[in-house]
């Protein structure tokens, strides 16, 4: 089939969905080759393959993976071939993509337990059952030496140091190990391995899969479009959304917990939230969001409505209206919640403790200087009382301690 000889009505399909390809992403590239295969599937009611491969360096999914799920689902609800790759024998490298220094190796026990989670979590998504779910092991464990040496020579290594964190560390004189130089190799093969006819990720792999389409030319496939979408930014404003940075928002949190970090994110991010996560679906937000960035509108009233959209695409409609109530009652207003946990501790015969050393046992802060950070910005309550010095000694009884925002506890001390 030429594109001079393309039905009319396969043209006009041909386009409509080149359309969604295109929707929210940075760069398409080999649109134009793609093009023509988009047509034949059509024609022959054969499907594409379109891979996303993530690396499971982390037991969370969060709201940045979601961005490129979403794409997936988007081919997928065409008809087409939804591949989720895992990466576990990737994992095992350490994707270089984005790092000033090498990235730490993780064991294999913690690979297969994360790569565990992202098959669960992955469902609030996409559609399991039609969806063709692999891990780079299957084939990357039975290549000889001999197959990844041939592997290794549809590729220079000058080519590879023009990659901009390579060439970064190359001019500082940080180190470069030679394990790292391999991932590319192995995210081209994974596209030789599933045929893959597209590859969705974020704008941090464009090098990985730009590469895999050399990779799959040496093995005398054709080459896979890729597109590319944008890096989400995480709750501190300033770095991409990141478990190893602290400044993530997991699919999986409570509906509580995601609504209230999705409230902590600067009016700048929220812009950038808008525009990254709505997924063709928050047409009706447009005014105000253009109003807010024109310094007017309510900030406030439109984070509440990402947030509670946002909660309810993953949690159910009920979940984000009830998460908004609370957001409004307990952090607003000011009101206790009605779902207080309660917590237990013995003072072994002394006759007080601290707060310091209570809420260490209960583990509602990671450290003791967590706990002082958070009474010196006011963020500490005992019975409705701020506390400044949590070295306060606390008697038997029963208090209602607050820490932070979100995290509450009645705790009977005797």
Same mark, same amino acid.
């Given at each position: 089939?030429?594109?001079?000889?393309?039905?009319?009505?396969? #043209?006009? $399909?041909?386009?409509?969905?080149? #359309?969604?390809?295109?929707?929210?992403?940075?760069?398409?590239?080999?649109?134009?080759?793609?093009?023509?295969?988009?047509?034949?599937?059509?024609?022959?009611?054969?499907?594409?393959?379109? =891979?996303?491969?993530?690396?499971?360096?982390?037991?969370?999914?969060? %709201?940045?993976?979601?961005?490129?799920?979403?794409?997936?689902?988007?081919?997928?609800?065409?008809?087409?071939?939804?591949?989720?790759?895992? !990466?576990?024998?990737?994992?095992?490298?350490?994707?270089?993509?984005?790092?000033? =220094?090498?990235?730490?190796?993780?064991?294999?026990?913690?690979?297969?337990?994360?790569?565990?989670?992202?098959?669960?979590?992955?469902?609030?998504?996409?559609?399991?059952?039609?969806?063709?779910?692999?891990?780079?092991?299957?084939? +990357?464990?039975?290549?000889?030496?001999?197959?990844?040496?041939?592997?290794?020579?549809? *590729?220079?290594?000058?080519?590879?140091?023009?990659?901009?964190?390579?060439?970064?560390?190359?001019?500082? !004189?940080?180190?470069?190990?030679?394990?790292?130089? %391999?991932?590319?190799?192995?995210?081209?093969?994974?596209?030789?391995?599933?045929?893959?006819?597209?590859?969705?990720?974020?704008?941090?792999?464009?090098?990985?899969?730009?590469?895999?389409?050399?990779?799959?030319?040496? *093995?005398?496939?054709?080459?896979?479009?890729?597109?590319?979408?944008?890096? %989400?930014?995480?709750?501190?404003?300033?770095?991409?959304?990141? =478990?190893?940075?602290?400044?993530?928002?997991?699919?999986?949190?409570?509906?509580? $917990?995601?609504?209230?970090?999705?409230?902590?994110?600067?009016?700048?991010?929220?812009?950038?939230?808008?525009?990254?996560?709505?997924?063709?679906?928050?047409?009706?937000?447009?005014?105000?969001?253009?109003? +807010? /960035?024109?310094?007017?509108?309510?900030? +406030?009233?439109?984070?509440?409505?990402?947030?509670?959209?946002?909660?309810?695409? *993953?949690?159910?409609?009920?979940?984000?209206?009830?998460?908004?109530?609370?957001?409004?009652?307990?952090?607003?207003?000011?009101?206790?919640?009605?779902?207080?946990? $309660?917590?237990?501790?013995?003072?072994?015969?002394?006759?007080?403790?601290?707060?310091?050393?209570?809420? $260490?046992?209960?583990?509602? &802060?990671?450290?003791?200087?967590?706990?002082?950070?958070?009474?010196?910005?006011?963020?500490? &309550?005992?019975?409705?009382?701020?506390? /400044?010095?949590?070295?306060?000694?606390?008697?038997?009884?029963?208090?209602?301690?607050?820490?932070?925002?979100?995290?509450?506890?009645?705790?009977?001390?005797?």
């Amino acid at each position: 089939m030429t594109t001079e000889r393309i039905d009319p009505k396969v #043209a006009s $399909e041909v386009e409509r969905q080149l #359309a969604l390809f295109d929707r929210d992403a940075i760069d398409f590239f080999g649109r134009e080759e793609l093009e023509l295969r988009l047509a034949t599937s059509i024609v022959e009611e054969r499907p594409l393959r379109v =891979k996303l491969g993530l690396d499971p360096s982390a037991p969370d999914l969060h %709201l940045g993976h979601t961005v490129v799920l979403h794409k997936l689902k988007c081919f997928q609800d065409l008809g087409h071939t939804a591949i989720f790759l895992v !990466g576990d024998f990737t994992a095992a490298i350490g994707d270089p993509s984005g790092r000033s =220094k090498t990235r730490p190796p993780l064991a294999r026990e913690q690979i297969e337990e994360n790569a565990r989670t992202y098959v669960d979590q992955m469902a609030r998504v996409l559609d399991v059952e039609r969806a063709e779910v692999r891990f780079n092991s299957e084939w +990357m464990d039975a290549l000889t030496p001999a197959d990844f040496v041939r592997l290794c020579s549809h *590729y220079t290594v000058a080519r590879l140091l023009e990659r901009d964190d390579f060439a970064k560390r190359f001019a500082s !004189g940080t180190a470069i190990f030679a394990h790292e130089l %391999l991932y590319p190799f192995v995210q081209g093969y994974d596209s030789v391995a599933l045929e893959a006819d597209i590859e969705v990720g974020g704008s941090d792999q464009t090098f990985n899969m730009l590469m895999a389409r050399e990779v799959q030319r040496g *093995y005398g496939q054709p080459p896979q479009g890729v597109i590319t979408h944008p890096l %989400l930014v995480g709750t501190d404003g300033t770095e991409k959304m990141s =478990k190893s940075l602290g400044n993530y928002i997991g699919v999986t949190e409570t509906p509580n $917990e995601m609504f209230g970090k999705l409230m902590s994110v600067s009016d700048a991010a929220l812009l950038e939230y808008i525009d990254i996560l709505a997924n063709g679906e928050w047409e009706d937000l447009a005014p105000i969001r253009e109003a +807010m /960035e024109q310094g007017s509108g309510d900030p +406030m009233g439109l984070k509440k409505e990402v947030a509670r959209r946002l909660v309810a695409r *993953y949690e159910g409609e009920d979940a984000g209206a009830a998460a908004l109530d609370r957001f409004e009652r307990v952090v607003q207003a000011k009101e206790l919640p009605e779902d207080i946990p $309660e917590a237990a501790l013995s003072l072994d015969g002394r006759t007080d403790l601290s707060i310091l050393e209570a809420l $260490e046992q209960l583990g509602l &802060t990671k450290s003791r200087g967590e706990t002082r950070r958070v009474a010196r910005q006011g963020g500490l &309550t005992v019975e409705g009382q701020k506390v /400044e010095d949590p070295t306060r000694r606390l008697v038997a009884g029963i208090y209602v301690i607050r820490v932070g925002r979100r995290k509450f506890v009645r705790l009977s001390l005797d």
